[in-house]
């Protein structure tokens, strides 16, 4: 049980750092020579980064910032109060709001990289870009280890 409580806070914390790199790293979509990358919050050529992305004041692209940031929020409140109630939770209980929490997370993951796919994920919108970057590649495997670890924490009992 040890073993399995130990590797679940791996996966946890794992997945908070791969959120957190996902939503800050600007490799979103990525040219085809990778001199050109877009993420999130600014554009980057050769290294040199700019604040200004065509499509930044839309609202479906501040809806994505604002659901990747509310998956983080979300992923550490969870990653804490998991670790709050298996110091104070009495044997045989199960951890109901830490799965409760990682699945709200694994819910605004889910919209934000959702809207991401459906909105930018043409040639029209990236004329430059040719491929997604390994930051949208980390929300997506972010989207799934949320969705495993909520579930684990759900029908988990403390021994």
């Not at 870009?129 to 759900?154: E, N, Q, R, T």
Request: aromatic share 16%; proline share 0%.
């Amino acid at each position: 049980m040890l073993v399995l409580l130990a590797g679940i806070f791996v996966v946890h914390i794992a997945t908070v750092i791969m959120l957190f790199v996902s939503t800050i790293a600007n490799v979103w979509v990525v040219s085809k020579n990778g001199t050109i990358s877009a993420g999130l919050w600014s554009q980057c050529v050769n290294g040199n980064c700019d604040e200004t992305l065509s499509y930044a004041g839309e609202d479906a692209f501040k809806s994505v910032q604002a659901f990747m940031i509310l998956a983080i929020i979300f992923s550490v409140i969870s990653l804490i109060v998991f670790i709050i109630q298996l110091f104070t939770m009495e044997k045989g209980n199960r951890f109901f709001l830490s799965g409760a929490i990682m699945l709200v997370c694994w819910l605004c993951n889910l919209i934000g990289v959702s809207i991401y796919t459906d909105k930018y994920d043409s040639k029209d919108t990236f004329v430059h870009f040719d491929h997604h970057g390994y930051s949208f590649i980390l929300a997506w495997i972010c989207f799934c280890f949320s969705f495993v670890i909520g579930v684990l924490y759900l029908v988990l009992r403390k021994k």
